[in-house]
């Protein structure tokens, strides 16, 4: 009977197919690696690996992508380069032929989605597993031996596969300007490739000895008379493996192809090493035999070595002879009758006996039992670092990187009469003492392999947790060393070569799931290989290496160039001729110079100590150190250029030195140095060199003495009998005093200084001579060093001294920062997102130049007179203006200014770091533990500041209590640091979901949170979720690390975890930013799961699907509930409607009672949306955007959009939008050839353009605005008319439209939210129309705005929300009153009053209520009810700061002013105004400024002394911001501006000024409306002709007094029938009409200041207000005092109300 075939044996379609159910199962199980992959169905008939398989080569294609490439298991086939690759095969599933993913998977998916959980991740794979995953099969099941090394024989079969072709495409790679990006792809092919390649050994039987660059060599270890049938089994495989996978065409154009050796016989093995590392070799006959076999094969060949072909039935074979006694050429088997390779494969399984015999993995080796002692002998094979990651729990795909490593590869070629046994005791010695060497260096001894005459020794510095910053360095003493070694004390040593190369490479595992190996992949990889054949015996590097060691020039030597096969560029190399000592000294002056265009920043505290130590020096005539410490590039060396520069400019003599590292080890080398620097000796030429210091040692040293710097400079003074009989310590204290004579004489003629740079590197007798030296000369030595614990006890000695001051280098400020910034830049300004202040002038510079390099920022001139723009791409420029960080221009005058931003189509977050900053992050990040780098490095995806609940979902295996010890860690380190309170998410649920929590939910969720309260006490940790990173860089850093597979995976999940709470917060109800925005742009989903993602079906890329089945937009079915209707607890409330004003005000009133009546406070939760958008929604759009996901990005860029501005912050919403734009592409100068590169519903188009209307609008781009604005209600099906007629036509059918629209049949409730959302953005774009057009005073922008007004009416009226409602109305009342409709305006002010009853139930119902206790106390104001308005301003001021709405609160702080100012309290007056600056002094509201300031300059004019802000800051404010299109655009605020300067110079006489601004207010008068701010500029216009005529002198009139009477009372009757809906200022107006028709010109003397005048006494003493003295004065001042001491406990809240 026939033994059942196994199921897991299948054919090569089934085979394909298994592994996309694989991954499909893998992805759905959260990244965890598999403990074991998934029993296929078992094959009706069983047959072994390729039965019946096509035998046609794949020509076309290359191997089939496979779960099992061990890039990254869990990423998928992120495959840009390979997506083509996936056959259609049987689903083994459904038994359906697909080229899709499972259905099951595809459901689960979805249902995941839906859930919004994370499936429970299978365990880990226990430890041995792991290890043995990673080890041959010879190496987990050899049996135990003693610590001796011993040779072991057996016999086997070996197949090597050499992948040609790689090495000259990572040659194509490294010519790529794009390296990180290639040699992503580059490690990709090739592990998709090998991985393949490994699991179709693996299915024959083979046990995976090593894959070692391009090489993959496998052993079938059997029995002697098993050979012949091992062999053909082995045969079949490799015709199998180049059928299959023989091919691979790249799209860079060069091929991958294999090259097959085989060979039979006596293979040996022998374990190299010791107790803590050892290494497995297999050498011998027959192995030298294979490594033949691929070097005489051609691409696509199989060729047998001779001794295999002895051994096979050679009849089964079509072979042809290529060399006599060396190989044979296998073209095919034959299949003779009654040969059948089945009964023949089941025949080789009894000669296997550790093949797998069940269907869940390809090895027994996963399954073993747990043993102790294999662990441990199976550890000694396995690299350190390595070992600690999986001894830390780290997943397999978490351990991949890309990083820069220095390679070291020893070549050891033996004499061919060496014997075997006499061998491996050569390499054992070798490996010994390299492998010490090596480690102490830092570095790894990674593999040893053999060739046909001797060995290599792969080791490889910097890998994961070995960064050193001087690896360079110490790889090329280390070698050196070995060099030495290795002639000296290996006799039977032939040859030594050793080359060194540094880059970034691939570090990580290569293989299948069941056997891979961590390995190197890259160019330098190739490179260092190369360099060991054409430099033969030699210690050679490349030009990288020779660079970044930093060692001197003359250790090295430079090579001829030569040809190398495959690389076309191999750079300069070196010869490293190892450490001499350095014949020309003192050579080495201070590397950087002062820089003469801007002075050194923030270092006044620094250079005090300089100065107090030459005070010291100067005047007690004593020696003096000042040490400056500070880490790598705080600006060390700028600061003693700059003393260097001071001390010159004061006439001391300066001797500059910079150390490097290789000085230390020179004993005296600094004060040689110093003093041949001294001597003047240090340049010049060696023939003068003794001439010159006999010159400078005459009166001072005796001459018979001069012999004794001999050997010190290199010259030869005649040997004297008394220096003749000295010892050698002797000769060494001579020096010393003579040196002392020397220097004293100096100082006395010229104060003398020593500048040391790095002087860390200073050697131990230097150190201790300087001491002695500051104790008996007054010298002045200034250094600098780097914090380390390595220095030598005389150093630490002198650091305790007396005369030695430390002085720690502090971080420059941010301010600072900006300024070098924008020097570096050549700008006035920067955008807000290239402000990355981390107090290193390093970083600054490095980043600037960097970003100039990359061709990244766009220059823009900065021009004086700001212009409107007409589209909408160049309003970059103009965005900038409206938020500038400038700084004080350098240059003159006439110079033309620019500022810079970044181009639309750059994404800051994916540019990678200049390569010196990234070697110091992983430095830093080296410096940590397996655990904290794991951990920083997921942090790092998520971004600048995460949650610690989407850290751990992104740490697998990670329980809370493990999680916060290693973040305490990392926080008591400051890697990371907790955020402040007010800055992290809210602990309350910021979704409200639909279904009802059950009481066990409930009891578990308190549970879980209780418990994590005791866990933070215990630890100490403060009571926040959120973190941040504080080490600059090293969140960029840890980021790059990352292979993109795995980012694209990560961020993948991070956006899943992040997509449900991406909406309003909590206490707002939840909801869109953009209202009901997901019903607009998702149809109710079907139960299939499908998504709006249909176009990505059919792409063949496997992860794309996953994310069009995972990342999906939000769905009505999974969001909160949106309340549009009344809830029947609310019924009782809502019965008595509030008919009349005084009835809403007593609601009011007791509302706020029963909130909180001891303190008067609302109870409500704050509002968290700021913390939403900062943690949710902005990072959401960058993992979008790295994922490729642009659809989903562009949703979410709209809503951080929205946020932005509900939260006032127009230069963000402008960024957000920015980037939308980018993602559509550029528009086509016709509408019929628009296409957008990202598919988006109408819906989502109009609202972009709405959002780009209110922008423009925030901006004074009115004209823009307008036309964003008629685009967007286009788009939205609500036409709006340009012309005239088209606005009486529209007029006439909105009137008729409400009536029309009741007969129309209700929508059905699925499509209910959808039309909701289309009404709320037409009635946002009906209110921006209204308006812009309201700027402007014209008749013809009056129609349009009250068109707009209709039908925004209209529109509110089907609007179900009573707050939507009210909040229409306040808007409509209001702008009845700048046009002067006193009876429109109290009618919609009582409508809004009708409508508030539910206000109080919602946090936007709030929101109404505020804006229409604003408009009352507006109303009040307007009216001249004046403590009626300051009671309704506090009131509203309250529930604004409770709701953070700085624009509404900034609009009622502007009320509460003009009411207090009024009623002439000023005081109060000028507690409002600082209020008002702390909210708009941090967010650079300009127009908030501009009304801040007008106020400011009423109290200058009226306050009778009282005093915000002086003259010339407002002055300053007005003349910066006097083009700005936004203020050009405040008619109304602008005109107050310029008429109270206007007065203010009058006062003082200077009548050219007061005519420049009287006559721009003469300009904007004619602009205004009867708005609180125009009636008010109108006043004040009014007040300076009044003023001009009591006090301008006749001889400056520029027409006659006639005239400019008339013209005055013309300007009074205009303002009289202009201004009837702002009866406060009528009487005052009318005294002072009164006065000029009383006076007419008087004839008064001069007066300095406005309080004195006439008119101002009219203003102070009249009577013409009603005053209600009800009221208290004090009651305001202290609320607000009670107001500031709030905000000084909670200053988070502060910053909050600010931003």
């Not at 295999?308 to 299949?335: G, S, T």
């Not at 129309?1329 to 013809?1340: G, I, M």
């Not at 005529?1589 to 027409?1599: A, C, G, I």
């Amino acid at each position: 009977m026939k033994r059942t075939a196994l199921s897991i044996l299948l054919p090569v379609d089934q085979f394909h197919c298994r592994s996309i159910f694989l991954f499909q199962t893998f992805k759905m199980s959260s990244f965890a690696p598999l403990k074991t992959p998934p029993s296929p169905p078992s094959a009706p008939s069983p047959r072994p690996p390729g039965a019946g398989a096509s035998s046609k080569v794949l020509k076309n294609k290359g191997p089939a992508p496979r779960e099992s490439a061990l890039i990254g298991w869990w990423e998928g086939p992120v495959r840009a380069v390979v997506k083509d690759w996936l056959p259609r095969g049987r689903n083994p599933v459904s038994g359906n032929w697909t080229g899709k993913p499972a259905a099951a998977a595809a459901a689960a998916a979805a249902a995941a989605m839906t859930t919004a959980k994370r499936l429970a991740a299978p365990p880990l794979w226990p430890i041995e597993a792991r290890l043995a995953a990673l080890l041959p099969d010879l190496l987990v099941f050899r049996k135990p031996r003693g610590f001796e090394p011993e040779l072991a024989t057996a016999q086997g079969v070996l197949l090597g596969v050499h992948v040609t072709g790689f090495t000259a495409l990572m040659d194509r790679f490294s010519l790529s300007c794009k390296l990180e990006h290639d040699m992503d792809r580059l490690a990709r092919i090739f592990s998709y490739y090998i991985s393949d390649i490994v699991e179709h050994v693996l299915c024959f039987g083979g046990d995976i000895l090593n894959i070692t660059g391009n090489v993959l060599l496998a052993l079938w270890t059997v029995e002697q008379n098993q050979l012949s049938d091992i062999i053909t089994l082995v045969a079949k495989c490799s015709l199998e493996i180049q059928e299959k996978f023989g091919i691979y065409h790249t799209r860079e154009g060069q091929d991958l192809q294999l090259k097959i050796g085989l060979s039979a016989g006596r293979i040996s093995q022998f374990i190299v090493g010791d107790e803590r590392r050892q290494y497995l070799l297999v050498i011998g006959r027959d192995v030298d035999g294979v490594q033949l076999a691929q070097r005489l094969a051609q691409a696509n060949e199989i060729v047998l070595s001779w001794n295999c072909w002895k051994l096979c039935e050679q009849y089964m074979f079509e072979v042809e002879i290529m060399r006599e006694d060396e190989a044979v050429k296998l073209r095919d088997m034959r299949i003779i009758d009654p040969f059948d390779f089945d009964e023949h494969f089941y025949k080789c399984l009894d000669y296997l006996p550790h093949y797998r015999t069940s269907a869940d993995i390809l090895r027994t080796a996963l399954e073993l039992d747990p043993d102790s002692a294999l662990e441990q002998t199976l550890r000694k094979h396995i690299m350190k670092n390595l070992l600690k990651k999986i001894d830390e729990g780290q997943p397999m795909e978490y351990i991949s990187e890309f990083r820069t490593v220095t390679i070291v590869l020893i070549s050891l070629e033996f004499h061919k009469t060496a014997w075997m046994l006499r061998l491996c005791h050569l390499i054992q010695e070798a490996a010994l003492y390299i492998s010490t060497v090596i480690e102490k260096g830092g570095g790894q001894l990674s593999r040893i392999f053999m060739f046909e005459t001797g060995c290599m020794f792969l080791c490889v510095f910097g890998l994961p947790g070995d960064k050193k910053p001087d690896e360079c360095a110490h790889a090329l003493e280390s070698s050196f060393n070995i060099f030495s070694f290795c002639w000296e004390n290996l006799a039977e040593t032939k040859l030594v070569s050793i080359s060194i190369t540094n880059g970034p490479v691939f570090c990580g595992m290569v293989g299948a799931v069941s056997r891979h190996e961590y390995t190197v992949i890259g160019p330098k990889v190739s490179l260092v290989a190369r360099m060991i054949t054409a430099y033969p015996g030699l210690v050679s590097c490349d030009e990288v290496t020779y660079l970044r060691s930093m060692l001197p020039a003359y250790n090295f030597k430079k090579l001829p160039e030569k040809m190398m096969k495959n690389i076309s560029n191999p750079g300069k190399i070196y010869e490293y001729v190892g450490h001499r000592r350095c014949i020309m000294f003192g050579k080495r002056h201070l590397a950087t110079e002062r820089n003469k265009n801007h002075s050194l920043l923030d270092r006044e505290k620094e250079l005090e100590a300089f100065r107090m130590a030459q005070q010291e020096c100067l005047h007690q005539k004593k020696g003096q150190a000042v040490l400056y410490e500070g880490g790598k590039g705080c600006g060390k060396s700028q600061l003693l250029a700059e003393i260097n520069f001071l001390a010159q400019k004061e006439g001391h003599r300066v001797l500059p030195l910079k150390l490097k590292k290789a000085d230390s080890k020179q004993c005296f080398y600094t004060i040689q140095t110093l003093m041949a620097i001294f001597f003047e000796i240090d340049t010049c030429p060696a023939f003068y060199r003794q001439e010159r210091l006999h010159k400078q040692l005459c009166g001072i040293v005796e001459e018979p003495l001069h012999c004794l710097f001999n050997d010190l400079f290199f010259v030869k003074f005649p040997l004297s009998f008394k220096v003749s009989h000295m010892d050698d310590l002797a000769r060494q204290q001579k020096i010393k005093a003579c040196f002392f004579e020397v220097l004293q004489k100096a100082v006395r003629e010229t104060p003398l200084i020593f500048l040391i740079d790095e002087a860390q590197y200073m050697d131990a007798a230097s150190w201790e001579f300087l001491g002695t030296l500051l104790s008996g000369v007054p010298i002045i030595v200034v250094m600098t060093l780097t914090p380390t614990s390595t220095l030598c006890g005389q150093a630490q000695h002198f650091l305790q001294s007396p005369p030695a001051v430390l002085v720690p280098i502090s971080k420059l400020a941010a301010t600072s920062l900006l300024r070098m910034a924008c020097w570096e830049l050549g700008v006035v300004s920067i955008p807000q997102e290239l402000q990355m202040c981390f107090g290193n002038p390093l970083y600054c510079e490095v980043l600037c130049q960097d970003l100039l390099s990359k061709n990244i920022l766009r220059f823009h001139g900065l021009q004086k007179e700001e212009v409107e723009n007409s589209k909408w791409e160049t309003l970059s420029a103009n965005a900038m203006k409206s938020t500038m960080y400038s700084i004080s221009p350098a240059s003159s005058e006439d110079q033309e200014l620019y500022v810079c931003t970044v181009k639309d189509d750059v994404n800051l977050d994916t540019v990678l770091l200049p390569p010196l900053l990234k070697e110091i992050a992983v430095n830093q990040l080296d410096q940590l533990s397996p655990e904290e780098q794991s951990l920083v490095k997921c942090a790092a995806v998520i971004g600048h500041s995460f949650h610690i609940d989407l850290l751990q979902h992104l740490l697998p295996g990670w329980s809370k209590n493990k999680l916060l010890e290693v973040l305490k860690d990392l926080v008591d380190i400051h890697v990371l640091r907790w955020c402040s309170k007010g800055q992290e998410l809210p602990t309350e649920p910021m979704l409200v979901p639909s279904s009802v929590e059950t009481e066990h939910t409930k009891e578990e969720t308190k549970s879980d949170a209780d418990s994590l309260l005791r866990l933070q006490e215990e630890l100490s940790l403060p009571q926040t979720e959120v973190l941040e990173f504080g080490v600059p860089l090293l969140r960029e850093g840890a980021w790059e690390l990352w292979p993109k597979a795995q980012q694209t995976a990560l961020h993948l999940e991070c956006a899943c975890f992040l997509r449900d709470l991406a909406c309003r917060c909590g206490s707002c109800h939840g909801g869109d930013f953009v209202p009901f925005h997901r019903f607009a742009i998702c149809p109710t989903k079907s139960s299939s799961g499908t998504s709006r993602f249909c176009s990505y079906k059919d792409t063949g890329s496997i992860l794309t699907q996953v994310i069009t089945d995972r990342l999906q937009l939000p769905s009505p079915q999974d969001t909160f509930q949106f309340q549009t209707e009344s809830p029947r607890s609310q019924e009782a409330f809502t019965r008595e409607y509030c008919r009349t004003e005084e009835e809403f005000l007593d609601k009011v009133n007791r509302k706020l009672a029963q909130t909180n009546p001891k303190k008067g406070m609302l109870t409500t939760k704050p509002c968290h949306c700021r913390e939403v958008l900062k943690r949710v929604l902005s990072p959401l759009t960058q993992h979008c955007l790295v994922i490729g996901e642009t659809t989903c990005a562009f949703y979410y860029l709209l809503e951080s959009a929205a946020a932005s501005l509900d939260l006032s912050d127009n230069y963000m919403a402008f960024f957000y939008l920015r980037k939308a734009s980018s993602l559509l592409g550029q528009p086509s100068a016709f509408s019929f050839f628009k296409k957008h590169k990202v598919k988006i519903c109408q819906f989502e188009e109009a609202t972009f353009c709405r959002l780009q209307s209110e922008v423009c609008f925030n901006m004074g781009q009115i004209t823009l605005a307008k036309k964003l604005a008629r685009r967007a209600l286009r788009l939205l099906k609500r036409s709006f008319p340009w012309t005239w007629l088209g606005v009486i036509f529209q007029t006439f059918l909105e009137k008729c439209w409400y009536s029309c629209s009741l007969s129309q049949p209700r929508n059905n409730p699925s499509e209910k939210k959808k039309k909701l959302a289309v009404l709320q953005q037409q009635m946002q774009c009906l209110s921006l129309l209204r308006q812009l057009y309201s700027l402007e005073a014209t008749a013809s922008s009056r129609r349009f705005a009250c068109l707009a007004t209709v039908m925004q009416k209209n529109s509110v009226k089907e609007f179900p929300g009573e707050a939507q409602a009210v909040s229409t109305y306040v808007a409509l009342s209001q702008f009845s009153q700048n046009v002067g409709d006193k009876d429109e305006w109290l009618h919609r002010e009582q409508l809004a009053i009708q409508k508030s009853s539910l206000c109080w139930f919602s946090r936007e119902g709030l929101l109404a209520t505020a804006q229409l206790m604003q408009a009352l106390a507006y109303t009040k104001l307007c009216l001249g009810h004046l403590d009626f308005s300051i009671k309704l301003g506090f009131q509203a001021h309250d529930i604004c700061r409770h709701l953070k709405k700085p624009a509404l609160e900034n609009l009622v702080l502007s009320v509460l002013f003009r009411s207090a100012f009024l009623k002439k309290k000023f005081d109060l007056c000028v507690h409002v105004l600082e209020s008002q600056w702390a909210l708009i002094s941090q967010s650079h509201d300009v127009l908030g400024q501009a009304c801040f300031y007008s106020a400011c300059l009423d109290l200058l004019l009226y306050g009778k002394g009282w005093l915000c802000r002086p003259f010339g800051e407002c002055l300053h404010f007005i003349q910066h911001y006097e083009h700005s299109c936004l203020l050009n655009s405040q008619s109304n605020v602008m005109l107050g501006v310029h008429s109270s300067l206007a007065m203010w110079f009058a006062q003082d006489s200077q009548w050219n000024q007061f005519e420049y601004h009287f006559s721009k207010a003469r300009q904007l008068v004619k602009r205004t409306n009867a708005s609180l701010f125009g009636s008010h500029g109108f006043v004040r216009f009014l007040e300076c002709h009044v003023l001009m005529l009591q006090k301008m002198p006749e001889d400056v009139f520029l027409q006659t007094l006639a005239e400019t009477r008339r013209q005055t009372l013309t300007y009074f009757k205009e303002f009289f029938s202009r201004c009837v809906t702002c009866p406060v200022y009528h009487q005052w107006v009318s005294e002072l009409k009164a006065f000029v028709m009383r006076n007419g010109k008087m004839s008064l003397t001069n007066i300095i200041r406005p309080f004195d005048t006439c008119l101002t006494r009219i203003w102070i003493e009249g009577k013409f207000l009603e005053e209600n003295n009800s009221f208290e004065q004090n009651l305001e001042i202290q609320r607000f005092v009670r107001e500031a001491d709030v905000n000084k406990k909670d200053k988070e809240e502060i910053q909050e109300c600010i931003c």
